[in-house]
């Protein structure tokens, strides 16, 4: 099985554009959450998606978005870049029932200038 | 309010040595407890879930829901454990689908 796949690994953006970062879950896996990792912060929760429902969002400005398609596959759109939203944005999917955990992709590194 | 907290950012330990990773919780219920691991150029990935009450390449985990902690443990270090490690709680009830991580903590095995 193939796993979680993100693109693209890295990105420089300026601030006050947007980026948009996508998320290929396992097959067969209908559950797509997102992590913002930072050094200080460790892993902080952004969005759940199962079945092209948001589930579960976590405290971030409304900058930050994402949308799940009838495919499972999924986007986080972040506007108006900020330097604070340098980060290593980490996607996972699960079978989304119950606690069943997480399988993690390798991330996309975006770095905002 | 919800939170994970591994109080070591880094540990050092010598091959053979006994290792014990802290992770207290602040949670108002019954929470499940998992243990994710990163080794170097590896994606994150699942270690142990305290409901499966299963050793995982030596390390154990027991939930002490009077102390709200879930430590792990090894007896017996090796230098293929030194990676980050991650604590992280789910809701157990149904309808909350995220999951909240410690900050994480390095471990280092030294030969």
């Known amino acids: 099985k193939a796993g979680v796949t993100q693109t693209p690994r890295y990105l420089i953006k300026t601030r006050g554009q947007q980026v948009t970062l996508s998320c290929s879950p396992i097959s067969g896996h209908r559950s797509v959450s997102w992590y913002q990792q930072t050094p200080g912060q460790g892993l902080q929760f952004l969005f759940e998606y199962f079945s092209e429902t948001q589930r579960n969002k976590g405290n971030f400005p409304g900058r930050f978005s994402g949308r799940q398609f009838s495919n499972s596959r999924s986007e986080m759109n972040v506007s108006t870049l900020e330097l604070g939203d340098s980060a290593l944005y980490l996607c996972?999917?699960?079978?989304?029932?119950?606690?069943?955990?997480?399988?993690f992709g390798n991330g996309t590194r975006l770095t905002v200038t | 309010a919800q939170r994970v907290t591994q109080p070591e950012k880094l540990l050092s330990v010598f091959k053979g040595a006994p290792v014990e990773l802290k992770c207290n919780y602040s949670?108002?219920?019954?929470?499940?407890l998992f243990w994710y691991v990163q080794y170097s150029r590896q994606r994150l990935q699942l270690l142990l879930r305290h409901i499966s009450r299963e050793s995982i390449k030596g390390f154990t985990a027991d939930l002490n829901k009077g102390e709200t902690s879930f430590h792990l443990k090894k007896p017996f270090a090796q230098e293929e454990d030194s990676a980050m490690y991650y604590c992280?709680?789910?809701?157990?009830?149904?309808?909350?689908?995220?999951?909240?991580f410690g900050t994480g903590t390095r471990l280092k095995v030294l030969a």
């Open positions: 949670y108002s219920g019954s929470p499940e």
């Open positions: 992280a709680l789910t809701p157990g009830t149904s309808g909350t689908y995220k999951y909240i």
């Open positions: 996972a999917s699960s079978s989304g029932q119950g606690t069943s955990p997480l399988h």
